[in-house]
């Protein structure tokens, strides 16, 4: 019988995977599961980036909205629940998608990492360690850590990761992962020229704080919200954290200082999923909504439901 197909769309920030998984749905009559490290959580939509509620409903998104913040949630936790939702979708008769950007959440179903299952991290050996300069970290790492960060070379920049490797050095772990795939899949990568990405940045970060960003992290903190939580939440959430404890001189600086940490993340995603090369790169400056849904319905074995409305369209 073979494994059970899956179809996965990844990409950089602002890239519009979203748009291309939400439309491929649709025309595939698919479901999607979210693999976004922050949008799991509940509250801030605008901070993570969240599809709205039209799009909601318009095709059935899953893993949005389910913890609190503070509550952890572990690449082992996402895994765990993609295998048990994925088969329910097709059991459905609808096709399953993965959607999003945290690069270790799709590759951990893409590859099928065998995971022991994480262990609670020890917070005092994370603060010790979070408390150190990345080069004194790197000189903690053994052979075997370092090659494996090596591999992949944006990672031995992210001191988050680098504290994750010698956490699991200290439990005795090896810091790879081995590769037990649970099903056969298409990746769909998204993203654009640099220049253009960044223009898609920066304006998608001027939409969000219109909108109102800045509030979502301000109304949490009235209440009683404990900075922490968001300030390990990553990106946005620090930056605002900053911005409304006066660290900027002004909007104009927050805005400046956020969207070019945002371009320096997407730069590292997008190395993360280059090296994986069997990717299919769509052209987002063509029509990708088209050749996604002709490597879509190839991959499934099934008519491009694209091409005949695009028939259907021609005969009336």
């Not at 399953?96 to 950007?101: A, L, R």
């Not at 772990?173 to 037990?180: G, H, K, L």
Request: glycine share 10%.
């Amino acid at each position: 019988m073979g494994l059970p197909k899956l179809i996965a769309v990844v990409g950089t920030n602002a890239s519009g995977k979203s748009a291309v998984g939400i439309g491929l749905a649709k025309a595939f009559g698919g479901e999607i599961i979210s693999a976004d490290s922050r949008q799991v959580y509940r509250g801030f939509d605008l901070c993570s980036g969240k599809v709205t509620r039209e799009e909601r409903d318009a095709v059935p998104h899953h893993l949005l909205d389910i913890r609190a913040v503070g509550e952890p949630f572990s690449v082992a936790d996402f895994q765990g629940l993609a295998y048990r939702i994925a088969p329910e979708i097709a059991r459905r008769g609808k096709v399953p998608f993965i959607v999003g950007g945290t690069g270790l959440y799709t590759d951990s179903v893409i590859h099928g990492y065998t995971l022991r299952g994480e262990a609670s991290p020890d917070p005092e050996l994370r603060a010790r360690l979070e408390g150190l300069p990345l080069e004194e970290l790197l000189a903690k790492l053994t052979p075997e850590g370092r090659a494996f960060l090596s591999a992949r070379p944006a990672e031995l920049s992210n001191k988050r990761r680098v504290v994750r490797v010698l956490e699991k050095a200290a439990r005795g772990e090896p810091p790879a992962y081995r590769n037990d795939p649970a099903f056969e899949v298409l990746r769909l990568g998204v993203t654009w020229p640099k220049e253009i990405l960044h223009k898609r940045i920066g304006d998608r970060l001027r939409e969000r704080v219109a909108r109102g960003m800045v509030g979502e992290v301000r109304q949490y903190l009235d209440g009683g919200g404990n900075p922490d939580h968001l300030y390990n939440l990553g990106l946005e959430y620090r930056y605002i954290l900053w911005y409304v404890a006066g660290k900027f001189k002004s909007p104009g600086e927050f805005h400046d200082e956020l969207g070019g940490a945002i371009k320096r993340f997407a730069k590292r995603q997008l190395t993360w999923y280059k090296r994986d090369k069997s990717i299919r790169w769509l052209d987002m400056e063509a029509d990708p909504l088209e050749q996604a849904a002709g490597e879509t319905a190839a991959f499934l074995g099934r008519d491009n439901p694209l091409d005949k409305a695009a028939k259907a369209a021609v005969r009336e």
